[in-house]
């Protein structure tokens, strides 16, 4: 990274103080980023609440979940035909000149044509009292179909009974069966059939208890108990339909002007909470600015969150900077490249696409699969082996969506390349570049976290020299270097480098000795001191072991870092992270270093801890481990849970779970919230998450067929006839349901069913919401 004086003196320590810039110009837009020209129509976008994992924007319900959670669709068309159906039986029943088909054609034809075939087929006597003819039980059945095929009878069918594929030659015996019927049946049976029953009952019962006619002299009667009518023949379309929700959710607003409309119902690009709050200058500026196109979607989001925290002199800084106001103290407004896709709005970015799988809930189905951190404050570990495509479909863009976020204050990232993995994302995506072992680094690593507490020191580098080691006590070890951090600092005002350090540790007599002579008139300290000469090389001293341990980074690769020659580098503090939205990124040692690589690793994640428990923020702060083997230990498994109400999250990416010592298997797996088994994993791996994800009950149905033997000849015959038309010998069904417990993922289909590309997530948000896990296609 250059120094330029501006973007690298930043966030290096705990309150840096950010260097004065002009208003930065817009910057050009990437791949995949929304257009400036689209900026308004990228914020009036819907963005449903949806659950955990689904990717927001314009996001639609799949049809199958309208169907299972609303059986009948709300439409305007929905709601006509059932009255115009009710309109023209309602005109039968009360025998008018017009019969209910010839109704129909009224609607559908002009005046003049239905004047001519009216004349046509003039209704003898008794029209609607006759038998109907085969053409008026045509269009009956015409009728019939059509109110069901827009009133959503298919629908309630297809929820209630279970479709079963039939052999073509079935399907048209079953077609000519209707059209027999429909040619016979009307013309059987009597006309009395299709007498008005209903209103003969109504009009039969009105007479009997009034003891006479008088009352059918009254027109507001009489229109009333028509009414009364129409409402119970419209009543089954109704609650079919959903009226009364449709009315609910549809309510007129044709009389309010665009200027007294609510701030919900206003464009997101208009900014209605800054009007509703009566910032209409800061309101109107904004809404040129994004329609002008001098503001991206890294604006919009820098802002809005500049309102939404309560920010200071808010109405001043934008009606002097506008759509620049509170850019990032780096002067970037937004990356010089993307690769994913992203939502600043929703704080998601999009990995791929939730399969509509059969066991996965019809909501996911062929829905966007994203993460942002709702579902980052749990953390999450992902499992495949190399070639899998961690890296480039998640870890990628994960660290691209948390700089991006970064850019709007509302995020601070620190991604830790793997060694020999090349780095995530260009260096001007971030403000610190941490190159460990490059002489060209401008800035190097603290191992102390500019702490000034020597317990809190000798704690972090405790966990990262030794924390994998099973034979060495983590607490012996933290309390053996603070018997030598205390004095020194005392001694000297600073923690010793890690090559001094190293010889205390080692008990040279030498640096013994002037450590001594420094703290002599320090009583404390030098009983601090002693106590630690007394315990060097004796039994169960963890000195040794940490000491070589330091011996992995006093190699000359890294001469001049870990604080060994501040003129070199600059120092950079993980503590920054957690008071300001900065972008970091820590490259490790190339091959050849493995050990060193993930010592520095486990020292990044006890910084880490260390540091984003301090007090509260209003970003949040992630740590993304593109290769986490050995950097997990017992106290970091412990700490990870504690993340989630510290505003803060962790990725661990991992080529096998045997990278992790075995008995911290259950409570890493525990300890996270998200889980992701990439295509390729082992059934043994995969058995660790079929084990954590449990099982679910689902209903199985067998059937069993069994063979029909008729006695009678006449039930053979059409037995017989049956088999003909069907291709089918006559069968009973013995149908049994029962309710199963079954692993939702087994170790078996996640080492052999999980295809290339795809990978099986489960996810948990910061609120307590799940999603099971599903299969996820990465390429989508």
Known sequence: MDSDGTRDARGTHANPVPRPAGPPAVPPRPAHAPSTSAAAEWLDAPRPKAKPGIWRLRYRLPKGAQETERLAPITVVGMLIPLVAGFIIWSFWLESAIPYQWALLRLLTPDDWWY?????????????RQALTAYEGAAFAVLAYAMGRLGSWHTLFRHYFRQKPQPKRALLALAWAVVVCGWVFPSAVPGSFWDPVVLDAIFNLVVAVSGGYGLFASALFVYSLYAVVTLLILWPFAVAGEWLQYLKERRPTEGASPAAAPAAERPRSQWPELRDAGQHEAAELLTGEVAAGRMNDVDCARVRRAWTVGLPDFRDTVLRQGGAAWTHPSGARDLPRRTARHDLLAGQVRIGRWVAAERAPVTYHDAGAALGPDVLGTSLLAVGPSGSGKTRTLVEPLTEALALQALTGGCAVVAVSSPGGGPLGADSSY??????????????????????????????????????????????????????????????????????????????????????????????????????????????????????????????????????????????????????PLRVRIDLPERGHEEAGRLITRLVLAQFHAVVREGRRAHFVCLVLDDATGAVTADSVRRIQRLRSQNAGVVLALRTVGDVPEPLHGPLYGAVGCRMAFSGITTWDGSRFAQTWGTEWVETTEVAKHTVFADQPMTRAIHALRKLVTGKAVTTDAVTVRQVERERWSASRLAHEVPPGHAVLSLTSVEGEHAPPLLVDLRG
């Open 116 to 128: 001519g075939a009216s004349q046509i087929s003039a209704k003898p006597e008794g029209f609607g």
């Open 431 to 580: 403000d610190v570049i941490v190159r460990v072992g490059d002489p060209s680094s401008v800035h190097d690593l603290d191992p102390y976290a500019e702490s000034d507490d020597p317990d809190e020191a000798a704690a972090i580098l405790a966990e990262a020299l030794v924390g994998d080691l099973d034979a060495v006590n983590g607490q012996s070890a933290a309390t053996a270097l603070a018997q030598l951090l205390g004095p020194h600092r005392a001694a000297h005002g600073r923690f010793p480098t890690l090559p001094q350090l190293r010889e205390l540790l080692e008990g040279e007599p030498g640096a013994l000795a002037a450590l001594r002579e420094a703290v002599a008139g320090n009583e404390v300290m030098r009983r601090e001191l002693e106590a630690r000469i007394r315990q060097t090389g004796t039994p169960g001293d963890p000195g040794r072991a940490l000491a070589d341990r330091l011996s992995l980074l006093n190699r000359p690769v890294f001469d001049g870092f870990f604080g060994g020659d501040g003129d070199t580098h600059r120092a950079f503090s993980l503590r920054a992270v957690a008071h300001h």
